[in-house]
């Protein structure tokens, strides 16, 4: 299952498919890559995962924003609360739908990585297509815990648990000095 | 498109010739439409190109933002063609185009499935009824069928009126379904302009649909009081015999009434329905007939073993309902040719025959096409088989069979990855494996009962069973009140509520409509309801989300629909009906233009859509939307210049239509007074919108209902109600990001945030934007004015 995409019914038969990344050294290569010119986009099933695995989720993403400096952009309110108790600041309040418009339209200069979590596995799907097809400039890494097909790069599709185990290694090794 | 009256009259008052005098000849060959005193407008029976320059201008505003399902094309046989990153398929359509195109096919289902439901309602009630009946809305009802006189330019007087209307629709529809062919239509643009044009043709057909029932069978006049019905499956008697009917065609459910009155048993039998047809069959009966729920409740209640005759007209029902009727050993009957699920046609077979069959099992359904027929069979069968089945009432599994069946879970997760809302089943199973049920019967509120976890189960574990057996007692408890469809809203109500919602001292007009596939449950759109009526916005509903509005009490024991008035007022909620009676919401806001600013309304469709665009705050809301007929309805509802929000689920109709507001030049709109051209402000924002979550939905659908004509007042109002959503939600510190774009002058600032707001404004380097009580995307329009004031006719 781990290397498969997630949701049956929503697997594409397009030719571009994302990558699986079944070893977490890939993810901090990728993202250390992209430090200081990467965005996290967090959805409103963060929270709920949140409660699911009984695991501070919402703050694993602010240790993994801090670690490559990438700003957190989210529209659920319980993760705002979270953020506002904590004192992360670098975070900004926008509607996912207005941020992919915003990324695809105003093609960038600069190759950037889009992280998304915790979103509605077939509303990322599409999201991550968007992106796929009209924003040339972008990369994008699902760090769900249901693998994304149409991401540049994804997580395979894992039980919560080791999910959450590999979240905390990741984060691990982002802070570890290179 | 030249004006269909195909027909000819020939009309001589006085004539005097060399071959004698003739006064007052009339002649006529076959059949014309009256003329009306309004004159002509100037786009009678638009073709796809009339309009196409409104179009246009709105889709260079609203532009796709495209989120692709698939990235191929698998229409012809030279593809399969992979449209990615840029490429083209072998016919030279790029993935946009690709997208927009499916749109325009799906729309053009949507609209054709309307289309066709109005055409049987109309043939069949002209020949039961005749074609004279006139139309008649109501004594408060004087513009009737605004949508068809302004798309048309017709004044439909009686049912036969309603021919062409028809004949002009199916046309376009099959105009615009071929330009779908390879090798046709090669633009986004004017692919996009087709899926608006088919939501137009859609919303005549949705208004002929339902003027005809309402003319015809008696439904509700514009009542703001009509009755309050029961609705839930807790409702049901089942110590009587129970017919159930489904879909959206009432005709068959109505002959059940009137069979069953005319025996003098109405009140032996239960008469409930799901989806459309039950808010029908309450409209038509108006005081026993039950509505069970929205149509995500056809398994929940078929599985509940209750009903004992399932009658099935047409639109959204499941495909494979017959394998589920003979579970539970009822019977299907299937009334329609466009849905006869390979039943036997006994249309012309005797009814006390067909009752046998059915009784002894000979056969599990029948097809009748007549209506009478059905009832007659559908009644003898029901008190025939109601008391063999006493077993099956509520035969839901026990709490043990479900543990057993939970045992045998491998944890696969099969269930979870086919299962669309993505539902924690796997773990629900787990701890009810251990004998705790609760985690089951929790996934009952989210789900819509589509199978596909049984489907994909390798232990074959019904696992809907299991939830539907673990929320047994939520479903005994679902009782509750959901007033009838009243059809359209009442010149006299627009005329006293105008006003305000042109200025924008009444914050907007909130419809909630389309299909059940709800993110949440159906609760988040009553909360919704009730949120926006206690701000003293104008909510209307229909369809499955009317239903879900009444599936909520208060700490009182009251549904919305006992909380709040059934007018056309601020704080009202108003049921129209079943999802044909959106015309009379778009009907509504059409009326505003014409009855509250005297536009004129005959075959005036841009100068109209243009005023509703710039002037009438209304949003609609589809939190459920799934089906291609809720896509027709809501590019209908675009044309006209109503934006449109949907949920989650909603991403998946490929493409949404975004307002950019950082392009200024977007924003643009003339004074149509002076003719200037200025900033006229993001407003309204988006055309389409999914949102993710429930409180994003919440923030948006103030944020749409801001029009550039709002007054300062009215700009305020509707800014208090963004903002203070806006705080409830992210916190008391803070303000929504783009407020400053809304905020022409200080006089749109809420009193109650403006030390907040100055502040903010200061930090963002704010600086005042103009104001025009006239905006207008047309030049024509200006034109207009002049003349206008000049009182020149146009």
Same mark, same amino acid.
């Given at each position: 299952m781990a290397l498969e995409y997630w949701l049956r019914g929503d697997i594409p038969p397009g030719p571009i498919k994302a990558i699986v990344l079944t070893d977490i050294k890939r993810v901090v290569e990728i993202m250390k890559r992209y430090r200081n010119s990467s965005i996290i986009l967090l959805g409103s099933q963060i929270t709920k995962l949140e409660e699911i695995v009984g695991e501070k989720v919402v703050e694993k993403f602010v240790d993994i924003a801090n670690a490559i400096n990438s700003e957190i952009i989210t529209s659920n309110s319980k993760t705002v609360k979270i953020l506002d108790s904590i004192g992360f600041k670098r975070y900004r309040i926008m509607f996912p739908l207005e941020i992919v418009q915003k990324l695809s339209? &105003?093609?960038?200069?600069?190759?950037?990585?889009?992280?998304?979590?915790?979103? #509605?596995?077939?509303?990322? @799907?599409?999201?991550? &297509?968007?992106?796929?097809?009209?924003?040339?400039?972008?990369?994008?890494?699902?760090?769900?815990?249901?693998?994304?097909? &149409?991401?540049? @790069?994804?997580? !395979?599709?894992? !039980?919560?648990?080791?999910?959450?185990? &590999?979240?905390? #290694?990741?984060?691990?090794?982002?802070?570890? !000095?290179? | 498109m030249s004006i269909p009256y195909r027909n000819f009259r020939l009309k001589v008052d006085e004539l005097k010739s060399t071959f004698g005098e003739v006064k007052g000849l009339d002649i006529s060959v076959g059949y014309i439409v009256e003329e009306w005193e309004e004159p002509p407008g100037p786009t009678p029976f638009p073709s796809i190109a009339t309009l196409r320059t409104w179009d246009h201008i709105l889709l260079n505003r609203y532009k796709p933002l495209y989120l692709p399902y698939c990235d191929l094309c698998c229409l012809c046989t030279y593809g399969r063609c992979d449209?990615?990153?840029? =490429?083209r398929g072998s016919c030279g359509l790029s993935l946009s185009e690709q997208q927009s195109r499916l749109v325009t096919l799906v729309c053009a289902i949507g609209a054709s499935t309307h289309a066709s439901h109005a055409r049987e309602l109309l043939e069949r009630l002209k020949i039961r009824h005749g074609e004279d009946t006139p139309i008649d809305l109501g004594g408060e009802v004087y513009v009737e069928m605004p949508i068809t006189r302004l798309v048309t330019g017709v004044k439909p007087r009686t049912l036969r009126d309603l021919e062409i209307v028809l004949d002009y629709v199916e046309k376009q529809i099959v105009q615009t379904l071929a330009s779908v062919h390879t090798g046709q239509e090669g633009d986004w643009i004017d692919y996009e302009s087709k899926v608006l044009h088919l939501g137009m043709l859609d919303h005549v057909a949705m208004e002929v649909a339902d003027v005809v029932q309402i003319v015809?069978?008696?439904?509700? =006049?514009?009542?703001?009081?009509?009755?309050?019905?029961? %609705?839930? $499956? *807790?409702?049901?008697?089942?110590?009587?015999?129970? $017919? %159930?009917?489904? *879909?959206?065609?009432?005709?068959?459910s109505a002959a059940i009434i009137d069979y069953l009155e005319s025996l003098g048993i109405r009140d032996k039998v239960e008469v409930c329905g799901l989806c459309c047809t039950a808010h029908d069959i309450t409209r038509y009966e108006k005081k026993r007939a039950k509505i069970i729920g929205p149509m995500s409740w056809e398994l929940r209640f078929i599985r509940t073993g209750i009903p004992d005759v399932i009658i099935i007209d047409e639109q959204c029902i499941y495909t494979n309902l017959l394998e589920e009727v003979r579970k539970i050993n009822a019977v299907l009957i299937a009334t329609t040719d466009k849905a006869m699920r390979g039943l036997p046609d006994r249309t012309y077979a005797d009814p006390d025959t067909v009752v046998e069959e059915l009784v002894s099992g000979k056969i599990s359904g029948a097809v009748i096409f007549s209506e009478e027929q059905t009832a007659e069979v559908a009644v003898k069968t029901a008190l025939k088989l109601a008391p063999m089945r006493i077993k099956y009432k509520w035969g839901l599994l026990s709490k043990d069979q479900i543990i057993e069946y939970a045992k045998k879970c491998s944890r696969c997760r099969n269930c979870e990855r086919n299962c669309p809302q993505n539902l924690p089943i796997s773990t629900a199973m787990t701890i009810a494996a251990k004998g705790d049920i609760s985690a089951l019967a929790i996934l009952y509120r989210r789900c819509f009962a589509c199978r596909r976890c049984e489907y994909d189960c390798p232990r074959g574990i019904p696992i809907l069973s299991l939830i539907l057996a673990s929320a047994k007692e939520t479903m005994g408890e679902e009782i509750y009140k959901c007033r009838v469809g009243r059809g359209a809203i009442q010149d006299t109500e627009i005329r006293a509520v105008g006003r305000d919602i042109v200025l924008g001292t009444i914050p907007g007009v909130v419809a909630f409509v389309g299909c059940a596939n709800w993110p949440d449950g159906a609760q988040d759109v009553a909360k919704m309801a009730r949120e926006f009526a206690s701000r003293r916005y104008i909510v209307v509903a229909s369809g499955c989300s009317a239903m879900a509005i009444a599936m909520f009490k208060n700490e009182e024991g009251k549904t919305p629909y006992e909380e709040f008035s059934g007018a056309f007022e601020a704080g009202g909620i108003v049921n129209v009906g079943s999802c044909i009676a959106n015309a009379h919401i778009s009907g509504a806001v059409i009326k505003i233009a014409n009855i509250f600013a005297k536009l004129p309304l005959r075959a005036n469709y841009a100068e109209i859509a243009d005023y509703i665009l710039n002037r009438v705050g209304a949003v609609g809301v589809a939190w459920g939307a799934m089906s291609q007929k809720a896509a027709a309805i809501a590019s209908g509802f675009w044309r006209l210049g109503v934006p449109v929000i949907v949920g989650p689920h909603g991403l998946k109709y490929r493409r949404m239509l975004l307002g950019d507001r950082d392009k200024d030049e977007n924003w643009h709109v003339y004074d149509a007074m002076t003719g200037e051209r200025i900033y006229g402000g993001p407003a309204p924002e988006h055309l389409f919108y999914a949102a993710e979550s429930f409180e994003?939905? +919440?923030? +948006? $659908?103030? =944020? %749409?209902?801001?029009?550039?004509?709002?007054?300062?007042?009215?700009?305020?109002?509707?800014?208090?109600? /963004?903002?203070?959503? /806006?705080?409830?939600? /992210? *916190?008391?510190? =803070? %303000?929504?990001?783009d407020i400053h774009y809304f905020i022409r002058t200080e006089a749109d600032i809420p009193i109650t945030y403006k030390d907040e707001v100055m502040t903010y404004l200061k930090e963002v380097g704010w600086k005042e934007k103009p104001v025009t009580p006239n905006p207008t995307l047309l030049k024509e329009v200006i034109e207009k004015y002049k003349m206008r004031r000049k009182g020149i006719k146009i």
């Amino acid at each position: 299952m781990a290397l498969e995409y997630w949701l049956r019914g929503d697997i594409p038969p397009g030719p571009i498919k994302a990558i699986v990344l079944t070893d977490i050294k890939r993810v901090v290569e990728i993202m250390k890559r992209y430090r200081n010119s990467s965005i996290i986009l967090l959805g409103s099933q963060i929270t709920k995962l949140e409660e699911i695995v009984g695991e501070k989720v919402v703050e694993k993403f602010v240790d993994i924003a801090n670690a490559i400096n990438s700003e957190i952009i989210t529209s659920n309110s319980k993760t705002v609360k979270i953020l506002d108790s904590i004192g992360f600041k670098r975070y900004r309040i926008m509607f996912p739908l207005e941020i992919v418009q915003k990324l695809s339209r &105003n093609s960038l200069k600069y190759k950037m990585l889009v992280t998304l979590a915790g979103f #509605r596995y077939a509303y990322g @799907w599409l999201l991550l &297509n968007s992106l796929k097809h009209y924003g040339p400039g972008i990369y994008t890494l699902s760090l769900d815990p249901y693998a994304q097909p &149409n991401a540049t @790069w994804t997580l !395979p599709s894992l !039980p919560l648990q080791i999910w959450i185990k &590999n979240l905390s #290694r990741l984060i691990e090794m982002l802070k570890a !000095p290179s | 498109m030249s004006i269909p009256y195909r027909n000819f009259r020939l009309k001589v008052d006085e004539l005097k010739s060399t071959f004698g005098e003739v006064k007052g000849l009339d002649i006529s060959v076959g059949y014309i439409v009256e003329e009306w005193e309004e004159p002509p407008g100037p786009t009678p029976f638009p073709s796809i190109a009339t309009l196409r320059t409104w179009d246009h201008i709105l889709l260079n505003r609203y532009k796709p933002l495209y989120l692709p399902y698939c990235d191929l094309c698998c229409l012809c046989t030279y593809g399969r063609c992979d449209l990615s990153r840029g =490429k083209r398929g072998s016919c030279g359509l790029s993935l946009s185009e690709q997208q927009s195109r499916l749109v325009t096919l799906v729309c053009a289902i949507g609209a054709s499935t309307h289309a066709s439901h109005a055409r049987e309602l109309l043939e069949r009630l002209k020949i039961r009824h005749g074609e004279d009946t006139p139309i008649d809305l109501g004594g408060e009802v004087y513009v009737e069928m605004p949508i068809t006189r302004l798309v048309t330019g017709v004044k439909p007087r009686t049912l036969r009126d309603l021919e062409i209307v028809l004949d002009y629709v199916e046309k376009q529809i099959v105009q615009t379904l071929a330009s779908v062919h390879t090798g046709q239509e090669g633009d986004w643009i004017d692919y996009e302009s087709k899926v608006l044009h088919l939501g137009m043709l859609d919303h005549v057909a949705m208004e002929v649909a339902d003027v005809v029932q309402i003319v015809s069978l008696g439904m509700p =006049k514009a009542d703001p009081e009509a009755p309050l019905v029961h %609705l839930g $499956i *807790g409702a049901i008697d089942i110590t009587k015999p129970v $017919i %159930l009917v489904i *879909g959206h065609n009432v005709l068959p459910s109505a002959a059940i009434i009137d069979y069953l009155e005319s025996l003098g048993i109405r009140d032996k039998v239960e008469v409930c329905g799901l989806c459309c047809t039950a808010h029908d069959i309450t409209r038509y009966e108006k005081k026993r007939a039950k509505i069970i729920g929205p149509m995500s409740w056809e398994l929940r209640f078929i599985r509940t073993g209750i009903p004992d005759v399932i009658i099935i007209d047409e639109q959204c029902i499941y495909t494979n309902l017959l394998e589920e009727v003979r579970k539970i050993n009822a019977v299907l009957i299937a009334t329609t040719d466009k849905a006869m699920r390979g039943l036997p046609d006994r249309t012309y077979a005797d009814p006390d025959t067909v009752v046998e069959e059915l009784v002894s099992g000979k056969i599990s359904g029948a097809v009748i096409f007549s209506e009478e027929q059905t009832a007659e069979v559908a009644v003898k069968t029901a008190l025939k088989l109601a008391p063999m089945r006493i077993k099956y009432k509520w035969g839901l599994l026990s709490k043990d069979q479900i543990i057993e069946y939970a045992k045998k879970c491998s944890r696969c997760r099969n269930c979870e990855r086919n299962c669309p809302q993505n539902l924690p089943i796997s773990t629900a199973m787990t701890i009810a494996a251990k004998g705790d049920i609760s985690a089951l019967a929790i996934l009952y509120r989210r789900c819509f009962a589509c199978r596909r976890c049984e489907y994909d189960c390798p232990r074959g574990i019904p696992i809907l069973s299991l939830i539907l057996a673990s929320a047994k007692e939520t479903m005994g408890e679902e009782i509750y009140k959901c007033r009838v469809g009243r059809g359209a809203i009442q010149d006299t109500e627009i005329r006293a509520v105008g006003r305000d919602i042109v200025l924008g001292t009444i914050p907007g007009v909130v419809a909630f409509v389309g299909c059940a596939n709800w993110p949440d449950g159906a609760q988040d759109v009553a909360k919704m309801a009730r949120e926006f009526a206690s701000r003293r916005y104008i909510v209307v509903a229909s369809g499955c989300s009317a239903m879900a509005i009444a599936m909520f009490k208060n700490e009182e024991g009251k549904t919305p629909y006992e909380e709040f008035s059934g007018a056309f007022e601020a704080g009202g909620i108003v049921n129209v009906g079943s999802c044909i009676a959106n015309a009379h919401i778009s009907g509504a806001v059409i009326k505003i233009a014409n009855i509250f600013a005297k536009l004129p309304l005959r075959a005036n469709y841009a100068e109209i859509a243009d005023y509703i665009l710039n002037r009438v705050g209304a949003v609609g809301v589809a939190w459920g939307a799934m089906s291609q007929k809720a896509a027709a309805i809501a590019s209908g509802f675009w044309r006209l210049g109503v934006p449109v929000i949907v949920g989650p689920h909603g991403l998946k109709y490929r493409r949404m239509l975004l307002g950019d507001r950082d392009k200024d030049e977007n924003w643009h709109v003339y004074d149509a007074m002076t003719g200037e051209r200025i900033y006229g402000g993001p407003a309204p924002e988006h055309l389409f919108y999914a949102a993710e979550s429930f409180e994003e939905a +919440m923030v +948006m $659908i103030p =944020k %749409l209902c801001i029009r550039p004509a709002d007054t300062p007042q009215g700009r305020a109002i509707k800014l208090t109600n /963004y903002i203070s959503l /806006y705080k409830r939600f /992210y *916190g008391n510190d =803070k %303000l929504p990001p783009d407020i400053h774009y809304f905020i022409r002058t200080e006089a749109d600032i809420p009193i109650t945030y403006k030390d907040e707001v100055m502040t903010y404004l200061k930090e963002v380097g704010w600086k005042e934007k103009p104001v025009t009580p006239n905006p207008t995307l047309l030049k024509e329009v200006i034109e207009k004015y002049k003349m206008r004031r000049k009182g020149i006719k146009i």
